[in-house]
């Protein structure tokens, strides 16, 4: 399973990579070209997809290796854990809310686990 969520990681990092380098080609493409207003105002949204798609694909990045990090921490099974004190990469905010609202992010994550089986 670790070794699935570190490929699906790595997969949102390059597709995130890819995202950013589309979107600079675009807006230096689109800065040495005159163009109307009307295409301008459509590049305009079109990097602004880019950029939500960008920030998308990192997001999902850190939640699949922030996971993969959860599996291997024998840590978080002591009842004694002050789990703010994790270090930044292990997400501790989100593992909190996993504890404290079980039902709603269980459900959450065996989602993610099953897309990442797909």
């Known amino acids: 399973m670790k070794k699935r969520l570190t490929e699906t990681a790595d997969h949102y990092r390059s597709q ?24 301008a105002t459509t590049t305009t949204d079109t990097s602004a997809v880019s950029v939500e798609h960008c920030e998308l694909h990192d997001r999902l990045d850190r939640l699949y290796r922030t996971l993969s990090y959860w599996l291997d921490e024998p840590r978080l099974h002591d009842p004694s854990l002050y789990v703010p004190a994790l270090p930044a990469e292990y997400q501790p905010q989100l593992l909190v809310t996993v504890f404290q609202s079980q039902s709603v992010c269980i459900t959450l994550l065996l989602l993610c686990f099953i897309l990442l089986l797909l």
Request: charged share 5%; net charge positive.
């Open 16 to 39: 995130a990579c890819q995202t950013r380098t589309t979107t600079v080609t675009t807006a230096a493409a689109t800065a040495t070209t005159t163009a109307t207003a009307a295409s």
